[in-house]
């Protein structure tokens, strides 16, 4: 029974040690200060976005190629997930402050068009104003580097380059903090003539 007791105690510390080193590792190996790992993409690391297709409420055929040149949020989400009923005033928020500095906001919801009415009501009730596309589905999350889970949010550069993936929820400070990094990109690359 002794030996038993010693050999659990041994294990214990064992894995506290490994514990400790991996949230060690896990803190001193991201490249970008201020942004937890997977976050953020450099510049040099960046691909563009895949070509995906979505669905707008009236049902036309959506694509981020038709936002290129402006600095892209896209955030999926689905009616029925409550984490991101939760998150969802922070991207209206959000929304608010930087629309008018050459940023869009997405609403990729996973929901089929033949669920568009409680989409609707789902806007309606959280005050969305930004646009809100259907037919999100976990192939278009993982081809962005985020699924397959709900939230997940992508902020894409004016380049239509994955700038910043999101697995889960996020808040208005990550957001405000990841559009200034990516407008400063920006403005720091374009001529003095066209700022």
């Known amino acids: 029974m002794r030996l038993a007791s010693e050999t659990i105690a041994a294990m214990r510390s064992s894995c506290s040690s490994l514990l400790i080193t ?3 590792v896990a803190q001193f190996s ?8 997977g976050v953020w993409v450099p510049k040099e690391q960046r691909t563009p976005a895949p070509k995906l297709i979505f669905s707008d409420i009236p049902g036309a055929r959506r694509q981020f190629s038709q936002l290129k040149g402006k600095v892209v949020v896209v955030n999926f ?30 609403g990729a919801a996973n929901e089929p068009r033949s669920e568009k009415a409680k989409v609707r009501e789902f806007m309606k009730t959280m005050e969305i104003t930004f646009p809100v ?35 889960g929820v996020t808040d208005a400070a990550q957001l405000r903090e990841l559009l200034d990094r990516v407008l400063g990109e920006q403005a720091t690359s374009e001529p003095a003539g066209r700022r």
């Open 133 to 167: 596309w259907l037919e999100a589905s976990e192939d278009h999350m993982k081809a962005l580097g985020v699924g397959p889970g709900l939230p997940a949010t992508v902020v894409m550069d004016a380049q239509g380059r994955v700038a910043a993936r999101i697995a």
């Open 22 to 24: 991996l949230a060690l």
């Open 77 to 106: 989400w689905a009616t029925w997930c409550a984490p991101c009923k939760g998150e969802m005033p922070e991207f209206v928020k959000v929304y608010g402050a930087y629309r008018d500095r050459g940023v869009e906001f997405v």
């Open 30 to 37: 991201s490249p970008v200060i201020g942004a937890p790992e």
